[in-house]
């Protein structure tokens, strides 16, 4: 089967959230670094998987590839922006297959259920971005586990992957960047 390398990609605050508790991004959690990384990463995948939120909400000047979740499909169609797909009604593997027959790096840019599914599925990276200092009370966090008082890196460590260096993208905030990378380079 060819080769699919997973990478998820979450700018968290100090309290592992990714939104605030009206599911919207905070401004605290914006940053042009952060950003202009993130741009570059998808630059070099050959698809984004995504929500539907989140693919209505970031139009797509670039015309990157999109695989957008969703209940409402049937299992995975190609509609006019994207390919749309339901995990319940067909395997990840299935979907893969049929959206990029010869691999390819894949970039997971959330929500909260889709970063938890593909901890399931399995990351080969997830570049985890902290903007260092930030709190977003009672916010969506990164992962449902972190619900239950776990941190993302205990989640990330759990399954499987080891942090790299913490870079620092923008001393400012300060926020920064840790690549959790599959320890077992198996797959
Ligand atoms: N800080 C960050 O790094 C980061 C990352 C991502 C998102 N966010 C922010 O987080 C906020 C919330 O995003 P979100 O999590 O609410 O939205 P989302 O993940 O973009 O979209 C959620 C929708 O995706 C579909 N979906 C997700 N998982 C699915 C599954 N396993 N099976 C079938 N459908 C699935 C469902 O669509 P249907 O309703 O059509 O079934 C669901 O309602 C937004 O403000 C966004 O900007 C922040």
């Given at each position: 089967m060819p080769r699919v390398e997973i990478h998820g990609y979450a700018i968290v605050s100090d309290?592992?959230?990714?939104?605030?508790a009206s599911g919207q991004m905070p401004?605290?959690?914006?940053n042009e670094a952060d950003w202009a990384t993130f741009q570059a990463e998808l630059n070099r995948s050959a698809l984004t998987v995504l929500g539907r939120l989140g693919h209505e909400a970031h139009p797509n000047p670039k015309k990157r590839l999109r695989l957008v979740l969703s209940s409402?499909?049937?299992?995975l169609e190609r509609r006019a922006d994207a390919w749309w797909w339901n995990p319940a009604r067909l395997a990840w593997a299935e979907a893969i297959r049929a959206v990029l027959p010869e691999g390819g790096r894949v970039a997971v840019p959330g929500g909260r259920q889709v970063f938890d599914l593909f901890l399931g599925i399995g990351y080969d990276a997830f570049h985890l971005t902290r903007a260092e200092g930030i709190l977003v009370p009672d916010g969506i966090p990164?992962?449902?586990?972190?619900?239950?008082?776990?941190s993302a890196e205990q989640v990330l460590s759990a399954a499987g992957l080891k942090p790299g260096e913490r870079q620092v993208l923008?001393?400012?905030?300060p926020v920064t960047l840790t690549i959790w990378r599959r320890a077992d380079g198996n797959r």
């Amino acid at each position: 089967m060819p080769r699919v390398e997973i990478h998820g990609y979450a700018i968290v605050s100090d309290n592992d959230c990714i939104a605030d508790a009206s599911g919207q991004m905070p401004a605290a959690l914006r940053n042009e670094a952060d950003w202009a990384t993130f741009q570059a990463e998808l630059n070099r995948s050959a698809l984004t998987v995504l929500g539907r939120l989140g693919h209505e909400a970031h139009p797509n000047p670039k015309k990157r590839l999109r695989l957008v979740l969703s209940s409402s499909s049937a299992g995975l169609e190609r509609r006019a922006d994207a390919w749309w797909w339901n995990p319940a009604r067909l395997a990840w593997a299935e979907a893969i297959r049929a959206v990029l027959p010869e691999g390819g790096r894949v970039a997971v840019p959330g929500g909260r259920q889709v970063f938890d599914l593909f901890l399931g599925i399995g990351y080969d990276a997830f570049h985890l971005t902290r903007a260092e200092g930030i709190l977003v009370p009672d916010g969506i966090p990164v992962f449902s586990e972190c619900r239950g008082g776990r941190s993302a890196e205990q989640v990330l460590s759990a399954a499987g992957l080891k942090p790299g260096e913490r870079q620092v993208l923008d001393p400012a905030v300060p926020v920064t960047l840790t690549i959790w990378r599959r320890a077992d380079g198996n797959r």
